[in-house]
């Protein structure tokens, strides 16, 4: 099919996903969501919600980064954890990743369950570009 | 009110909802969050969580129509699922939607429930248009 | 760093916060999920899911107002609520809200837990501003 949209297609992208790692409509980024997962698939941080925070940023610096963007471009954040145990503590990741501000918006709920066993926590995205 | 949008109300469209199906905002189309029930209300797919997944792309599709809009248009998609039971399988219908791609982005999470009694997956979507 | 966007910063916010009110970016207004604490961090309508609801749209107008905006140009809301009871009186305070319509696209779930302890409801929206 033709899209109005382009796909962000980061390398090493599983192409049997039915999703795409962000999609940029106009002057939106819409990044899915990330779990701590590695290239090969291995969870980064196995119980350790801040660790997991990290490098899901890391993991989204790049496709913000693919796409031509960065931090400055997050508008909105959304946050979905499996345990309150730790997640205040991310707030310092937060403080590394977006500086001083202004700062995205942001929700944060917790959820029964995420795909990616061992998974923590997950971020989607939504940036603003040019 | 007069509004700065438009309301999407397909045919057979309860009054009494305090929410619209659909809301066009400029270029974007915001879906409501949908989920198997049918035009009676009865749920479609009890106990099948790809039937149920089906179901509800055939009535995001008849909102994307109603809208002037396709399936190609769609850039985001969030899942709320209520069991991580069959959710694996949901991705063909994904292909069967959606094509060879590209894919819109996509975020899933497993919730504590779903307001449709026996609603084991509900979706919504952003998408673009024009 | 410098922002294409506009953080909505409403009077009392805390400066301690990772997260701006709401955001402008471009014409779209991305308001953070609101929770019924008041200013002092006081949980109003502790057990009392519609008075919890009234006064995070209370809130809410306020962000609105403060970026120039009112619920005529909200074109989304999705809910967290961490029980189903009392949930659909919420309605009634839609229609005091929103007035007769037209209504935005909406989506509610219910999640495992919130951030704010005794918070029964999250709502975070998203506007259509100019």
Do not use: C
Request: glycine letters at 12%.
């Amino acid at each position: 099919m033709t899209r109005p949209f382009t796909a962000v297609v980061p390398p090493g992208w599983n192409p049997r996903y039915t999703f795409s790692a962000a999609v940029r409509a106009g002057n939106l980024l819409f990044i899915s969501g990330m779990t701590a997962a590695d290239e090969n698939g291995e969870l980064v941080g196995p119980g350790d919600i801040v660790r997991q925070t990290e490098y899901i940023f890391e993991k989204m610096g790049r496709v913000l980064a693919h796409a031509g963007a960065s931090f400055e471009n997050v508008v909105e954040t959304t946050e979905y954890f499996t345990t309150l145990d730790g997640y205040a503590k991310t707030a310092s990741v937060r403080r590394k990743v977006f500086g001083d501000g202004p700062y995205p918006a942001a929700t944060g709920v917790q959820v029964a369950g995420l795909i990616r066993p061992g998974a923590l926590i997950e971020i989607k995205a939504t940036a603003l570009i040019g």
